[in-house]
């Protein structure tokens, strides 16, 4: 038997395979220094990726970049690129402002526009796929405005008010506008239950609202004017957002033909009572059309002046105390008690223009009535104009809906 030294020398294909394997380990020790990502860590099973020494997520605000004060119409939005939002505050002064996220987190959008002359802070944090953050912060002022660049909207009918089935939505503005279309936009009616209806601009600072047939009895409106920023046109921003919700009560119409001299009161289709009235005498003709109780008093002075008639003029009045008075149009005209023509009342137009009636027919219908109950008057030559008042259904349908901006 024989037995091998220990120095004996290694076979040649050993030999071989132990070079090789300290080539290898040599080359590997290298790629620990120069190539993490070769083919040699991926051979050993290394992680193939990397975290970059900053994150690369980016955030960006669609304010401007320069540092000019920034306009009030602008919305503030907050993006991310190559990574997620983890958080946006955005303060005027102490005052936090709201608003939203997207649901996939690279998106958040303020709540409101901006307030004029005022210092706001933006706040922003992102985080990129390796989990490093990125912040951004921001303070900017906004332009400041005057009074008379700024328009104010008052909605009428006010919060919680009962109203007639022909009462239209009115929001008036204190400052002309002159962007109609951007300030429609940001103007909403929510009715309960649903109907279609349009706004019409009456005029640079009043705009309406109305259904295509009248409101139906029982129906809850919320009117929005979210035009707080906005632009008006001419330099004019919305002033503050408004809002109302009223209530549409029972249908209830006066029909009145003056060619019969009476008056039918109807509620909900039922016909309550046929009231002996008189109406306007020659050259003070009632009009005839569709119109809506304005305002009512349980006492109201009527004075001719008002309309035009004069002390000295044989036609001047000038009567202190006149009851149970129901404005039907801006020009004067009123449904009231006129216990001193009730000789003539049902038989013979002798007034200036009012439809009168006895004072106990009189604080009836009052009773009963709402600001917004249509008025329907007949028998005379003298037509209603649209906007004498709440003269809205006047005017057909397709008409009516072309004096929309957004049409």
């Known amino acids: 038997m024989s037995v091998r030294s220990a120095h004996a020398p290694v076979p040649a294909r050993r030999r ?9 380990l040599a080359a590997v020790a290298l790629a620990g220094c120069s190539d993490k990502n070769g083919p040699i860590s991926k051979a050993l099973g290394g992680d193939s990726s990397s975290a970059p020494a900053h994150s690369v997520a980016r955030i960006t605000t669609n304010l401007p970049a320069s540092k000019h004060p920034v306009s009030v119409d602008t919305l503030l939005h907050v993006s991310a690129s190559h990574g ?3 958080h946006v505050s955005f303060t005027a002064g102490k005052t936090q402002v709201h608003g ?12 409101d526009r901006l307030e004029p002359a005022t210092t706001y802070h933006v706040s922003a944090l992102a985080v990129d796929g390796y989990g490093l953050k990125k912040k951004l912060e921001r303070t900017f002022r906004t332009v ?13 009918p006010l919060q919680g008010q009962t109203v007639g089935v022909g009462m239209p939505v009115i929001v008036h503005f204190d400052v002309p506008v002159t962007d109609k279309a951007s300030i429609e936009r940001h103007l909403s009616v929510t009715t309960k239950p649903a109907q279609k209806g349009t706004w019409h601009w009456i005029s640079d600072n009043e705009v309406h609202w109305r259904p295509k047939t009248y409101w139906k009895p ?27 919700s009223f209530h549409i009560g029972d249908a209830v119409f006066m029909k009145i033909n003056l060619a019969t001299h009476e008056m039918k009161v109807y509620d909900n289709g039922k016909l309550l009572r046929t009231v002996p009235v008189t109406g306007g005498a020659a050259g003070f003709t009632t009009r005839s059309g569709i119109k809506v109780i304005i305002e009512k ?27 149970f008075a129901q404005r039907v149009t801006y020009s004067g005209e009123f449904l ?14 002798v ?35 649209p906007t004498n008042g709440y003269g809205d259904w006047n005017v057909p349908w397709k008409q009516y809906k072309a004096g929309s901006a957004l049409h």
């Open 144 to 156: 400041p405005l005057t009074l008379d660049q700024q328009t104010f909207p008052s909605i009428n």
């Open 297 to 323: 008093h349980l006492v109201q002075r009527m004075n001719s002046a008002t309309i035009g008639i004069n002390p000295g003029d044989p036609n001047y009045y000038n009567i202190p105390d006149v009851r």
């Open 218 to 244: 029982g129906t809850d409106v919320t009117v929005n004017a979210d035009i707080n920023g906005v632009s008006a046109g001419n330099g004019i921003y919305g002033e503050e957002n408004r809002s109302a």
């Open 100 to 111: 939203s996220m997207s649901p996939n987190g690279r998106g958040w959008t303020a709540g």
């Open 351 to 385: 007034s200036h223009g009012c439809v009168g009636m006895s004072t106990a027919n009189a604080q009836w219908l009052y009773g009963l009535t709402h600001v917004g109950d249509v008025v329907v008057v007949s028998g005379t030559d003298r037509p209603m104009e």
């Open 84 to 86: 997620k939002l983890r």
């Open 336 to 349: 009231h008690a006129a216990p001193w023509s009730v000789g003539s009342q049902g038989s013979a137009n």
């Open 16 to 24: 071989l395979s132990v070079l090789t394997s300290a080539v290898l």
